[in-house]
C-alpha cells in the first residue's frame, strides 16, 4: 500500500490555491529586455522569491543581495554572491525547492559551479510562448492556479484566465487604503464615505463575477482584530482621513479600516467569493512581530462568528502556530485552511499538519497546495516537495491504523484538488471571461 499511495499521489493534479505568478507576457517581454527590469530572467529566478529571505538571515547582506538579484548584474558576478550564501541555507525548505526546480525542469541534481551558466541560459530560452502551460500542467501536474496578481492593485485582467484565475484583493480597498488609485480606476470621485462604499461597489460589480476569490494580507500591518464600525461612525473618521492621511489618530484610522473591512466581507457573500486572508510568518526577514502573529487565530473567531454565510480560507496554516488553525477549523463551520507557501517554509512542519488536520478537522476543509510564488519555474518544486510530505503523512497514519487504506482515493482527492473546486466555483469564474469576450466589441 505504501507505493500505492506514493503513485496515487503523484498522479493526482493539485488545485494550487494560491500564487503571484506574473502573467507570462510580463515574463516575455522581460526576456527580450523590452518589459520590468526588476522580473529576474536568469540563475537569479531561483534565488528571487523567499530563497532570498533565508540567505539574507543566514549572513547575506541585503547590499549584496540586491546586486545578486539586479538584472544588470552580470551572471558570473551572480554567482559568486550567491553560491557561498546558497552553501550556508540548502537544508532549508527555500532552498531545498531550488534544486526540486532545478531538477524537474533542467535534469539537473544542483546548481553548482560547474553548471550555473547552463542553467541561467536554460531559464532564460525556456520563456517562450505558452511556457507556463508547460511547467505548471506538463511538469508540476496542476489543474490551474489561483492568483493573487501584484500587477494590478485590485483585479488583473490575466491573458490565461483557464490557467490562471485571478483574486480580488481588497487589501487597498480596506486596510491598506489606495483611495487615488482605486478611484481614479473606477473614474469616480470621492468625497465622503458614502463615495467610496460606491467606489468599492463599482469594484464589485465589475470584478466580482470573475474574480475566484478575494484576498487581504492585512495581517503584515496590523492585528486582524476587526472590530464591528457602523457607517455613521466612521463617516467622518473617513472624512478627516480624506483631507490629511496622516491626520488622523492610529485608533481613528483602525476604526475606518474596521468599517470597511467588514463592509468588504459582506460584497464576498453577495458575490460567492471565498475570503483569503494572510495568517502566520511573514516573508522576508527582520520584520515579523511574532506577538501580533500569535494573536492571528484569536482575532479571527469574532470576526468568523459575525459573518457565518461567508467563507474563509486562512492561509499558510498559521505557522509557527498551526494548532491554533486546527482548532478554528474544527469549531467553526465557515473556516477553512490552506497550506499555501507552508510546505517550503518548514517541510516537516507540513508532515505534521497534514497528520494532526486529518485526524481533528474535517477532511473536507483542508487545501494542501499553493506554490505562492511569483516566479513561474519555482512552483514545480514546491509542488513536488507538497507531494513528498503528503505521502509521508498518509502513509504514517495507514501505518499506525488511524486511516483505513480504502480511505485514501478519497482523502488524497479531496485535499488536493477536489475541496478546491467544492470551495471555488472555477467553472462559473470561466464562464463570465468568456461572457466578456464574446461581448467585447470587435477590432
Given at each position: 500500500?505504501?507505493?500505492?499511495?506514493?503513485?496515487?499521489i503523484?498522479?493526482?493534479?493539485?488545485?494550487?490555491?494560491?500564487?503571484?505568478?506574473?502573467?507570462?507576457r510580463?515574463r516575455?517581454?522581460?526576456a527580450?529586455?523590452?518589459?520590468?527590469?526588476?522580473?529576474?530572467?536568469?540563475?537569479?529566478?531561483?534565488?528571487?522569491?523567499?530563497?532570498?529571505?533565508?540567505?539574507?538571515?543566514?549572513?547575506?547582506?541585503?547590499?549584496?543581495?540586491?546586486?545578486?538579484?539586479?538584472?544588470?548584474?552580470?551572471?558570473?558576478?551572480?554567482?559568486?554572491?550567491?553560491?557561498?550564501?546558497?552553501?550556508?541555507?540548502?537544508?532549508?525548505?527555500?532552498?531545498?525547492?531550488?534544486?526540486?526546480?532545478?531538477?524537474?525542469?533542467?535534469?539537473?541534481?544542483?546548481?553548482?559551479?560547474?553548471?550555473?551558466?547552463?542553467?541561467?541560459?536554460?531559464?532564460r530560452?525556456?520563456i517562450?510562448?505558452?511556457?507556463?502551460?508547460?511547467?505548471?500542467?506538463?511538469v508540476?501536474?496542476?489543474?490551474?492556479?489561483?492568483?493573487?496578481?501584484?500587477?494590478?492593485?485590485v483585479?488583473?485582467?490575466?491573458?490565461?484566465?483557464?490557467?490562471?484565475?485571478?483574486d480580488l484583493?481588497?487589501?487597498?480597498?480596506?486596510?491598506?487604503?489606495?483611495v487615488?488609485?482605486?478611484?481614479?480606476?473606477?473614474k469616480?470621485e470621492?468625497r465622503?464615505?458614502?463615495?467610496?462604499?460606491?467606489?468599492?461597489?463599482?469594484v464589485?460589480?465589475?470584478?466580482?463575477p470573475?474574480?475566484?476569490?478575494?484576498?487581504?494580507?492585512?495581517?503584515?500591518?496590523r492585528?486582524?482584530?476587526?472590530?464591528q464600525?457602523?457607517?455613521?461612525?466612521?463617516?467622518?473618521?473617513?472624512?478627516?482621513?480624506?483631507?490629511?492621511?496622516?491626520?488622523?489618530?492610529?485608533?481613528e484610522?483602525?476604526a475606518?479600516?474596521?468599517?470597511l473591512?467588514h463592509?468588504?466581507?459582506?460584497?464576498?457573500?453577495?458575490?460567492?467569493?471565498?475570503?483569503?486572508?494572510?495568517?502566520g510568518?511573514?516573508?522576508?526577514?527582520?520584520s515579523?512581530?511574532?506577538?501580533?502573529?500569535r494573536?492571528?487565530?484569536?482575532?479571527?473567531?469574532?470576526?468568523?462568528?459575525?459573518?457565518?454565510?461567508?467563507?474563509?480560507?486562512?492561509?499558510?496554516?498559521?505557522?509557527?502556530?498551526?494548532?491554533?488553525?486546527?482548532?478554528?477549523?474544527?469549531?467553526f463551520?465557515?473556516?477553512?485552511?490552506?497550506?499555501?507557501?507552508?510546505?517550503?517554509?518548514?517541510?516537516?512542519?507540513?508532515?505534521r499538519?497534514?497528520?494532526?488536520?486529518?485526524?481533528?478537522?474535517?477532511?473536507?476543509?483542508?487545501?494542501?497546495?499553493?506554490?505562492?510564488?511569483?516566479?513561474v519555474?519555482m512552483?514545480?518544486?514546491?509542488?513536488?516537495?507538497?507531494?513528498?510530505?503528503?505521502?509521508?503523512?498518509?502513509?504514517?497514519?495507514?501505518?499506525?491504523?488511524?486511516?483505513?487504506?480504502?480511505d485514501?482515493?478519497?482523502?488524497?482527492?479531496?485535499?488536493?484538488?477536489?475541496?478546491?473546486h467544492?470551495?471555488?466555483?472555477?467553472?462559473?469564474?470561466?464562464?463570465?471571461?468568456?461572457?466578456?469576450?464574446?461581448?467585447?466589441?470587435?477590432?
Open positions: 500500500m505504501s507505493n500505492e499511495i506514493e503513485k496515487l503523484q498522479q493526482t493534479p493539485f488545485v494550487d490555491t494560491h500564487e503571484h505568478l506574473w502573467d507570462e510580463t516575455l517581454d522581460a527580450n529586455d523590452s518589459g520590468e527590469r526588476s522580473v529576474p530572467s536568469d540563475i537569479a529566478t531561483l534565488f528571487f522569491h523567499y530563497a532570498d529571505a533565508d540567505l539574507v538571515s543566514a549572513g547575506l547582506t541585503p547590499e549584496d543581495r540586491a546586486k545578486a538579484l539586479n538584472s544588470q548584474t552580470d551572471v558570473d558576478e551572480k554567482w559568486r554572491i550567491l553560491g557561498p550564501a546558497y552553501a550556508r541555507t540548502r537544508y532549508t525548505g527555500y532552498l531545498q525547492n531550488v534544486r526540486e526546480s532545478v531538477r524537474l525542469l533542467f535534469g539537473e541534481d544542483d546548481v553548482t559551479d560547474s553548471n550555473y551558466r547552463e542553467i541561467s541560459d536554460r531559464i530560452k525556456q517562450q510562448p505558452r511556457y507556463y502551460y508547460r511547467i505548471l500542467r506538463e508540476a501536474n496542476i489543474e490551474y492556479c489561483q492568483v493573487n496578481s501584484f500587477e494590478h492593485p483585479f488583473h485582467l490575466t491573458e490565461y484566465p483557464d490557467l490562471l484565475c485571478q484583493s481588497f487589501v487597498g480597498l480596506s486596510t491598506a487604503l489606495n487615488r488609485v482605486v478611484s481614479e480606476h473606477a469616480r470621492v465622503s464615505l458614502q463615495d467610496w462604499h460606491e467606489v468599492l461597489d463599482w464589485f460589480t465589475t470584478y466580482g470573475k474574480a475566484i476569490a478575494m484576498k487581504n494580507q492585512s495581517a503584515y500591518g492585528r486582524l482584530d476587526y472590530d464600525v457602523k457607517a455613521e461612525d466612521a463617516a467622518p473618521l473617513f472624512a478627516k482621513y480624506l483631507s490629511d492621511p496622516k491626520g488622523v489618530t492610529e485608533a484610522l483602525k475606518i479600516q474596521d468599517h473591512f463592509y468588504c466581507i459582506e460584497k464576498s457573500v453577495e458575490y460567492r467569493l471565498p475570503v483569503k486572508l494572510h495568517t510568518y511573514y516573508a522576508g526577514w527582520n515579523m512581530h511574532l506577538h501580533r502573529v494573536q492571528n487565530a484569536s482575532d479571527l473567531c469574532p470576526i468568523l462568528m459575525a459573518h457565518p454565510n461567508a467563507r474563509f480560507i486562512l492561509m499558510h496554516i498559521d505557522y509557527p502556530y498551526q494548532d491554533e488553525a486546527i482548532a478554528l477549523a474544527k469549531q463551520p465557515n473556516a477553512y485552511i490552506d497550506m499555501c507557501w507552508a510546505w517550503i517554509i518548514n517541510p516537516a512542519a507540513g508532515v499538519f497534514v497528520r494532526e488536520f486529518l485526524m481533528a478537522a474535517s477532511h473536507k476543509k483542508l487545501l494542501t497546495f499553493g506554490g505562492d510564488y511569483g516566479p519555474e512552483v514545480p518544486g514546491h509542488a513536488a516537495i507538497a507531494r513528498k510530505g503528503l505521502t509521508q503523512a498518509i502513509r504514517s497514519l495507514v501505518k499506525e491504523d488511524w486511516l483505513k487504506s480504502r485514501v482515493p478519497d482523502v488524497v482527492d479531496s485535499i488536493m484538488r477536489g475541496n478546491a467544492e470551495i471555488f466555483d472555477y467553472k462559473g469564474t470561466l464562464k463570465m471571461w468568456e461572457m466578456d469576450r464574446t461581448q467585447a466589441p470587435k477590432s
